[in-house]
């Protein structure tokens, strides 16, 4: 098992934010099941403010570019990621079109 840790904002506006919210209480199944075809065994998304934070558990199959591939080619992924960006921003330093990032862990106990 591997686990990462990502993170990216939401636009500052209250309204949005509180929808990206309910969004995630009804997350489509095509998308839930996207994750779960990757590799990806446990996620859950944390939120501050209009920060989010992303904790992703994978087996061994998974790789980012391996999911890549299967979302370019799942049509309901592709809208839930366009309906999402209305909500989302890129951090500064992202490159074009990235959203979440990885983190970088820097202690463990």
């Known amino acids: ?3 990462y ?7 500052d506006d209250p309204k949005l ?3 990206y919210v309910q969004w995630h ?14 590799g990806v065994s446990a996620l859950e998304i944390y939120l501050l403010g ?5 904790i992703m558990e994978t087996d061994d199959s998974f790789s980012f570019e391996r999911k890549a591939e ?7 992924v ?6 999402m960006w209305k909500y989302q921003q890129a951090l500064p330093g992202a490159k074009p079109g ?3 990032m990885l983190m970088e862990k820097i202690f463990s106990l």
């Open 1 to 3: 098992m591997k686990r």
């Open 5 to 11: 840790c990502m993170t990216l904002d939401l636009k």
């Open 17 to 19: 934010v509180g929808e």
């Open 25 to 38: 209480k009804e997350v489509w199944h095509e998308v839930k099941d996207s994750l779960l075809q990757s």
């Open 50 to 54: 209009n920060r989010l934070c992303m």
């Open 70 to 76: 299967m979302d370019a080619a799942n049509i309901k």
């Open 78 to 83: 592709q809208e839930w990621e366009a309906l």
């Open 98 to 100: 990235e959203k979440w």
